[in-house]
């Protein structure tokens, strides 16, 4: 069993980075991947960031490459999602989830879910 906690989310302009952050408890194996979500009143969850928990392999939604960073510490068992130039139209719920089974995009796929952190941009 792994718990998940999101912190870090916040009201910011637009042009603006933040920092979002999960801590877990339990343990996440190194065939696991962690990811980050993100979800807009009135959408469906989407991927945003993904990493792989053993060799730390990483994979980013097209609408984030190169503006947002994912990492992770394995020691500390906790990720963070690095966010730079952040638009109006990123202003959701962030999520972080851990899948068992390997990298992927598909929020059905992953097992433990944060209680997510809400992040604001405004214009």
């Known amino acids: 069993q792994v718990q998940l906690v999101e912190s870090g989310g916040g009201l910011v302009q637009a042009g603006d980075s933040l920092r979002l952050s999960c801590a877990a408890s339990?343990?996440?194996?190194?065939?696991?991947?962690l990811g980050w979500f993100r979800q807009a009143p009135g959408e469906e969850r989407e991927f945003v960031a993904a990493i792989r928990w053993g060799v730390g392999t990483t994979y980013y939604a097209d609408a984030v490459k190169g503006r947002f960073t994912i990492s992770k510490s394995t020691a500390e068992n906790t990720s963070e999602l690095q966010m730079t130039s952040l638009k109006p139209e990123e202003t959701a719920v962030y999520y972080c989830a851990v899948n068992r089974n390997g990298l992927d995009t598909t929020p059905a796929l992953y097992q433990y879910w944060g209680q997510g952190t809400q992040v604001t941009v405004s214009s």
């Open positions: 339990g343990r996440i194996h190194s065939s696991s991947s």
